[in-house]
């Protein structure tokens, strides 16, 4: 086998046949199969630059990778370049100016791991393998969304790679168009080869909420969730869960196959004493079966679901907003889970309140400002029936649909899909037309929830 050609200046260029292609082509969702014509593995952003160029030379589409977790594995295309960052991944803090500058491949973790070191966070996700660039550009909901926005909302700065291969600084005094495009719009308008992010006060120790309840009570814990997070301070932020627990050996034998309902979350605000009456509803919301809450570090929080997030997963899934959970919301959904035919379903309903929906909906590209609830399903594909997931997928988005807000998605944990990509962006999908129309007219960067220019 051949040994791949250097990329200019630091990274390499990987082709169909050569070291590494096969490996290098595969994303977090292993059913996604797809084939570039090349791989470019950029260290640098005179690599990235170089890659642009490449694709622009020889008229290819673009792909970009951050951490290759899409659900859609958009990171990788056909026949196109796809542009891999996932060895460019330095973070820098700035604790003076509470900023932080991570490079476009970064994961959470590494992103935790510097900004801890001085008792500061930006908002991420909550499974600290995946990228940050894909997280922020489509949204980002994590455990500080209610206390400091969504990791978009944090977004200062970036420097930007366009689809012309130039470089350049995107804030409130340069290209400030691109700065609200950023802000939800995802990876339509070139390669961040750097953010700058808001850096807040978090930790090093958190009050970490963890409880896990029987599925069987699960109307009860939706409906005093919901009286819950009416008044819930911003301090507040949980993620509910509906899983079927696998029977690994990292998990006590009774939940073993058991159909269980986790709260996992954390209470950003002041240790005072007052912090467990604040929790103490959401450890009762019926007889818990596991209750793990307490204090842990926070870089510990951020990487608690790492453990149940398989590397070999085979999915699809589906994403909706809703203002409250209606009892047909509810019925309809456990009645789908608990008749799907599918080797396993996941479903997680993230409440969100606080900062994140104070922020205008027309101020950043992300327009879901006033949704009470997220609901992300995961569905494993099985090998005997690939088509029977998405068509699963296909029937309960159908049956939500009615019920949702706006009847918008989270383009983060959606399939790619020309109508779900308008309404998620809503009322400000037309200003993107018009920036991207203006940062990339051919729609070079067209692997993602794409804003199409025409
Ligand atoms: C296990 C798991 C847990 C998750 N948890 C959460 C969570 O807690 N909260 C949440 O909000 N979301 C969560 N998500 C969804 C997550 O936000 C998306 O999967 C996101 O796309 C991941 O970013 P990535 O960089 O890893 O993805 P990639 O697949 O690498 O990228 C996705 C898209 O982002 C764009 N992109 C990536 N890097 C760049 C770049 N440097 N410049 C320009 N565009 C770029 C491209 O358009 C690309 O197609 C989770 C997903 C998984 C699989």
Redesign the pocket.
Known sequence: MENNPPLQVSGQIILPGYELYNEKRK??NKYVDRRPAAIFECESEADVISAVNYANNANLEI?????????A???VCDNGVMID?SQFRKVTVDEKNRRVYVE??ATLADVDLETQKFGLATPT???SQ??????A??????YLRGKYGLTCDNIVGARLVTAEGELITVNEQENPDLLWAIRGG??NF????SFEFLLHSVGPDVLAIDVMYDYKDSRKILKELQDYMESAPDDISVNLSIVRLPAAPFLPEFLHNRRVITLTGMYAGEMNGEEDGIIAPLLSLAEPIMDHTGLMPYTELQKKLDPM?PDDARLDGTSLFFKHLSDETIDILLQDIEQAELPMVMVQLWPLHGQMNRIPSQDTAFAIRDAGYLLIIDGEISPDDPAKCSEWMDSIYSKLLPFSSHESS?V??VKVDKEITRKAYRHNYEKLVSIKKRYDPQNR?C??HNIDPE
């Open positions: 994303v977090w792909s970009i990778r951050g951490g290759g977790h899409h659900l594995g958009t990171a960052m476009g491949g996700g909550t499974v995946t990228g940050i660039a894909g997280l550009l489509g949204g980002g909901f994590g995802g990876g070139g390669v961040v080869t997030v989270y983060n944990g960067f692997h993602n």
